[in-house]
């Protein structure tokens, strides 16, 4: 997968199935707005993307973010107990979804993700992933066999994938070219 093709339909599609509640980011563009204005808007923001992907290189204004801090839990006046949360650019969220889409696209029809891999896939989720734990859990006990099991909490575990790593799982799944430089560009 080394470049994609996509419509300004696409890019509309997304436009008005945006969530009004997000919060903008610093470019104070609303997500509202983009979704009110989706069909006027479609074809401008298809060009500009279309024009970020060719050149394998976002606006600058793409890389900034508004940092928030959210509270968890726990004592309020504890710095530790509040997560920080990046309000980026929502024309540039609308990239990311053509990109991911594309790339999920690509890795599932290449049946490249495991059998396993519940998170971040359509059609999954915490409950799938439970369901078939259980499952496997429940057909070691039924068989009388033993069952062990480890859980680990990893902590800022997306803050802390080196980029690096990241590019070259990317290779080594096929995703290469255009699609890949804009990628690097983004990290």
């Known amino acids: ?41 479609a074809l401008p923001l298809f060009l500009i993307f279309r024009h970020s992907l060719d050149s394998g290189f976002l606006p600058l ?21 509040y997560r ?31 059998k396993h891999q519940h998170g971040f896939r359509s059609r999954r989720s915490c409950l799938t992933q439970l369901l078939e734990y259980f499952q496997e859990i429940h057909d070691f006990l039924d068989a009388s066999d033993p069952v062990d099991a480890v859980y680990l909490d990893c902590k800022k575990a997306f803050d802390t994938v080196p980029h690096k790593r990241q590019i070259v799982k990317l290779k080594a ?11 690097e560009s983004f990290l």
Not at 61 to 81: E, F, Q, R
Not at 90 to 112: A, F, G, Q, Y
């Open 1 to 41: 997968l080394e470049d994609f093709e996509f419509t300004e339909f696409d890019v509309y599609n997304i436009l008005i199935h945006l969530k009004e509640s997000s919060a903008p980011g610093p470019d104070t563009i609303h997500p509202k707005v983009l979704k009110e204005c989706a069909a006027n808007l």
């Open 61 to 81: 204004d793409w890389k900034l973010a508004n940092v928030t801090p959210i509270y968890k839990k726990g004592v309020k006046s504890d710095p530790l107990n």
């Open 84 to 114: 920080p949360i990046s309000l980026t650019s929502v024309p540039c969220k609308v990239m990311e979804r053509l990109v991911k889409n594309k790339i999920m696209d690509h890795l599932e029809s290449n049946n490249l993700l495991s």
């Open 173 to 183: 799944y096929g995703i290469t070219g255009k699609i890949l430089k804009w990628i």
